[in-house]
């Protein structure tokens, strides 16, 4: 798929590729907590509204930490379903979308 003039939504961005992401769009003011919904929802509907679509959804956002694992929960598991719903309702060609592509990464650290 080529990006050129695609609008890409991405959560996640402690380290690696979303660190870099993140990074360069909180430089433009950009933030999103994915484990609150209204934040979540917010930023999503604000792709929108800004770009008129989001073509691409990268759920990204993980951790690993089992002292909190009600938040890792939230993290690497409801906010991956919700933000695939959102992109989902979103990009629905039967809903009047123009399709796209829905990314849900995953960590190794994760086998651990």
Do not use: P, Y
């Not at 039967?94 to 960590?107: C, E, L, M, P, Y």
Request: charged letters at 25%; aromatic letters at 6%; hydrophobic letters at 45%.
């Amino acid at each position: 798929m080529q990006l050129k003039d695609k609008v890409v939504f991405i959560t996640g961005g402690a380290q690696g590729f979303g660190r870099g992401v993140a990074e360069a769009v909180l430089k433009k003011g950009g933030k999103c907590d994915v484990t609150n919904v209204a934040e979540f929802e917010d930023a999503f509907k604000a792709a929108v509204s800004k770009f008129g679509h989001v073509d691409v959804m990268c759920n990204n956002a993980g951790i690993l930490d089992e002292r909190i694992w009600e938040k890792e929960l939230e993290i690497n598991f409801t906010a991956v379903v919700r933000g695939t719903m959102m992109a989902l309702n979103h990009m629905r060609k039967d809903k009047g979308g123009r399709g796209g592509v829905i990314i849900n990464t995953a960590s190794t650290a994760g086998m651990r």
